[in-house]
């Protein structure tokens, strides 16, 4: 078989080109949506809807465990919707992209606005959290996916998102009218970013028609849950960083409460959420050298583990500010690799499945919506039960003080449920079976199917003009 020629050949070289910095670049800058809403929900939305909502704290249960557990539904839906999407002329992924972000914007606004009907409150913040959740799904599952299809050259490179951890919410101690309005203007400066992100990505990144795709068996959504759990190293992954993700959303789900009532941080909570948050982000630059170098399982165990011994330290130790901060320090590390290493590893499964399954295409947001799933479905669990078990405790809405009931049922949510999930998560990952040696082999033999399919297709392509 001859290699192509001509125009073929110089197309065939432009479509392996290399990522430039600039579209590295924007497709970074558009997982700033995701982590900018996920954070601010994650770390304020239950003591917004106890303390400036003033719900009942079953009803807030209720509305975060069905918002999450909805939203986790969505997510493989959304992934095979987005698997069978035809190709347009802005990509298949992007429109996705488009078309939700100004209807996701909308529903995050709303769910920082107090209805002023007293009765429809918890209507209210149910409809537009399930709404914004599944919009925001609409973005991120295709977004995910992006990994697979801007370029269709194999790079070396570890899947890379840029995480802006940098806007926080206002201080409890205000005023219940000041602390509405300046919810609505930190979620309204939050939308802006967003709609600025999206339009960034957009401009910026350009997603590459696969030919081989013309060849790609369409499969039913059965059939793709079928294939997806049943390839070994990805039920691995996810089952492992499952127990992991859901340790740090229930510290993140009850840290702002435990903060100011069990270590009565009122006036320095905020500080101390935006040290978490930089350091989080300043640490990735590290981590992603540090997993090029050693390795991504090593990766994940060293910066996991790191938090541990400052988490079990902060529910040790009476109350003190110093000893707060180190914790966030050090917490804002493994938090940047929980939700980096995830996203990273999952092309290295993609991978390992298409060498075993190369007649199958189609199917690369399956993989990455049912992680998503997985997570959402199992963190909604953990906040709703969080949540119900500070209504059974006897938490008291806007409340200066809470009893010791409390006080005690909040250091078990952040501190020895989350370590024993975190060991748990750990020992899974152990039996994960692609190390460093086996991804380069992966990449490898991609690359090398790759190139022959680009031959087939220039060749077939030059008989038929012949």
Known sequence: MKPPSGRNAVRTKERRKPLSVCSKLCYAVG?????ITGSALGFFLQIYLLDVAQLDPFYASIILFVGRAWDAVTDPCVGFLVSRTKWTRFGRMMPWVLLSTPFA?????????????????????????????????????????????????????PYKKLTYHFLTYPNVTRSLDDTKEAYMIASGVICAIYVLCATILFVGVKEQKDISQKKA????FCQGLRLVMGHGPYVKLVLGFLFISLAF????????????????????????????????T????????????????????????????????MVCIKSNLVISYMVSVATGASVAVAFLLPWSML????????????????????????????????????LGISTL????????????YQPESV??????????????????????????PIDEEKRKSNRKLLQELLDTEDSESETTALGSVV
């Open 217 to 220: 068996k369409p499969i039913t």
């Open 347 to 382: 092309p290295d499964v993609v991978d390992d499945f298409k060498l075993k399954n190369p007649d199958i295409r189609g199917y690369e947001a399956i993989f990455f919506s049912f992680y998503v799933f997985f997570t959402k479905f199992a963190s909604g669990v953990s």
């Open 282 to 313: 300043i640490s990735i630059p590290f981590w992603q050298w540090f997993l090029t170098r050693f390795g991504k399982k090593t990766a994940v165990y060293l910066g996991i583990t790191w938090a541990v011994p400052f988490m079990i330290l």
């Open 249 to 280: 959303m229930l510290m993140e789900g009850n840290f702002a409460l435990f903060l100011t009532y069990a270590l009565d941080h009122r006036e320095d909570f905020q500080n101390i959420l935006l040290v978490i948050m930089l350091s989080g």
């Open 407 to 432: 006080i005690l049922t909040l250091k078990v949510l952040v501190s020895p449920v989350p370590v024993a999930l975190i060991a748990i998560g750990l020992l899974i990952l152990k039996t994960y």
């Open 105 to 157: 914007v909308t529903c995050y606004f709303l769910i920082w606005y107090v209805p002023a009907v007293e009765q429809g409150k918890v209507l209210w913040y149910l409809v537009f959290y399930c709404l914004f959740q599944s919009l925001q799904t609409c973005f991120h599952v295709p977004y995910s996916s992006f990994t697979m299809f801007i370029s269709l050259y194999i790079s070396t490179l």
């Open 31 to 35: 997982g700033a949506p995701y982590q």
């Open 389 to 400: 078990s500070l209504d059974f405790a006897g938490y008291v809405s806007r409340g200066c």
